[in-house]
């Protein structure tokens, strides 16, 4: 799969145009160099989850926005504007991954979608959702995250 810079081109509506992984491994690893790109207001279908794994960030959406420090994480859902910037020339990076939901709950007339995907995806109250360690399952969650990107930035055999 390998690492991409994070180059986000959008349409007039702000819908990203790249497409993140693809029919067979719907997920797309980035190596994200704020600092030197920042990530515009976008949004897509994907879900995405990060990692500061560098300095300080201004994640921002239609709802507010936060700044993160190294070690902090994110998650955006689906169909949410936003955008990352640099926080006081920091030098931010981060580990980012846009996936679809399919990648976790199947197809679409499944269990998992309709039971648990589907009232996530349509909850506006989960748009945006920090992750700053203050609780057990949020520095679980951070783990988890870094540990996904480190085996699609790696390639283990099965990774996937």
Known sequence: MGLSDCITIT?????????????LFPVACYWDDIRRNAVPWHW??????????????????????????????????????HGVWN?????????SMCFHARLVGGSGESVFWHKYLRPLMDNHAFAFVCLHSEKEWEKKAIVLIEEAWQKCANEPAGYE
């Open 44 to 81: 897509h279908d994907e879900l995405e989850v990060a990692v500061v794994t560098e300095g300080r960030a201004v994640i921002a959406t239609d709802v507010g926005k936060v700044v993160l420090e190294k070690g902090e994480a994110f998650f955006i859902n689906t169909g949410v504007l």
């Open 87 to 95: 926080v006081d020339d920091s030098g931010c990076r981060l580990h």
């Open 11 to 23: 349409d007039e509506t702000g819908l990203e145009l790249k497409e993140h992984g693809d029919v």
